[in-house]
């Protein structure tokens, strides 16, 4: 009998390749995007201590967001960007998390350059 690997197994399979080469540090922190089927959720780690810098969601009652779409996306990487630089963090590591880098994850990742993060 043949065994399908799922899809999110290969994800995490994907991740794990990405991870080994991206770390964050103080001076330039890790910024991770999650995509799940409704929601997306970004956060800039700095991985020497493992603690979480900014964070933004479309869970957030506040941002009023619909989800995970691309037009969703563009906002939610606008308002990490902001954030992200009220704390004077400008410069970052994408860590896409094993995702295809298009879609939603495009669209953020190019909204939050836009807004003043490099990567």
């Given at each position: 009998m043949i065994?399908?690997?799922?899809?999110?197994?290969?994800r995490k399979r994907?991740?794990?390749r990405i991870r080994k080469k991206i770390f964050g540090t103080p001076q330039r922190p890790r910024l991770c995007v999650?995509?799940?089927?409704?929601?997306?959720?970004?956060?800039?780690?700095?991985?020497?201590?493992?603690?979480?810098l900014v964070a933004a969601s479309t869970v957030e009652k506040e941002l009023n967001?619909?989800?995970?779409?691309?037009k969703?996306?563009?906002?939610?990487?606008?308002?990490?960007?902001?954030?992200?630089l009220a704390k004077g963090?400008?410069?970052?590591?994408f860590d896409r998390a094993g995702y295809p880098y298009?879609?939603?994850?495009?669209?953020?990742a190019e909204a939050s350059r836009k807004a003043?993060?490099?990567f």
């Open positions: 065994h399908k690997v799922s899809r999110n197994e290969q994907r991740h794990l999650y995509k799940s089927l409704k929601h997306l959720h970004a956060q800039i780690i700095d991985d020497t201590v493992g603690h979480t967001l619909k989800g995970g779409t691309v969703s996306a563009e906002v939610l990487g606008r308002i990490l960007a902001e954030r992200a963090i400008t410069t970052v590591v298009h879609g939603v994850i495009k669209a953020f003043g993060l490099k």
